[in-house]
């Protein structure tokens, strides 16, 4: 079983930069950028996924990731969030090869190496053998809250 407290601790958006402009008197660039927000209505919460919160059931997301992650941090953030507040668990279905999850403990199965299948026909096999029911990409994981 995951620990999410210890994904939790292990949360940063810190960058690394360059010693020799910071010490040369260079400043690096710290400009953040504001958080992104969905315009709109709040969504509605997704009874696959909330219902089961009460009950003995383990309770499985799939994430696919299909392209580099541009904060791995906040999409981190946001499952550990999503694990503890609803006991759920999830797996992370990588088309990229190494998307940045794993360093935050996440189970991540590589399907960019399907071979003579199809990562959707591997990923549809991972969906049987964990009991998955519901599968999001990274880019609709907002939508989820």
């Known amino acids: 079983m995951t620990d999410w407290n210890q994904v939790i601790s292990r949360l940063s958006t810190s960058e690394t930069h360059d010693v020799d402009d910071i010490l040369g008197g260079a400043s690096p660039a710290s400009a953040a950028e504001p958080p992104q927000r969905a315009a709109g209505p709040a969504p509605m919460p997704i009874a696959a ?4 919160n009460l009950s003995e059931e383990e309770v499985y997301l799939g994430v696919i990731v299909d392209a580099p992650l541009e904060r791995p941090a906040a999409i981190a953030g946001q499952l550990a969030a999503m694990a503890v ?3 759920i668990h999830p797996i992370i279905f990588s088309r990229i090869g190494y998307c ?3 360093r935050f403990g996440f189970r991540v199965e590589d399907t960019s190496y399907a071979g003579s299948v199809s990562s959707v026909e591997l990923e ?3 969906c049987n053998f964990w ?3 519901v599968t999001v990409s990274t880019a609709q994981l907002s939508a989820l809250r």
Do not use: P
């Open 49 to 52: 996924l909330w219902a089961n």
């Open 85 to 87: 507040e609803r006991s």
């Open 100 to 102: 940045g999850l794993e």
């Open 124 to 126: 549809q096999q991972l």
């Open 131 to 133: 009991n998955i029911s």
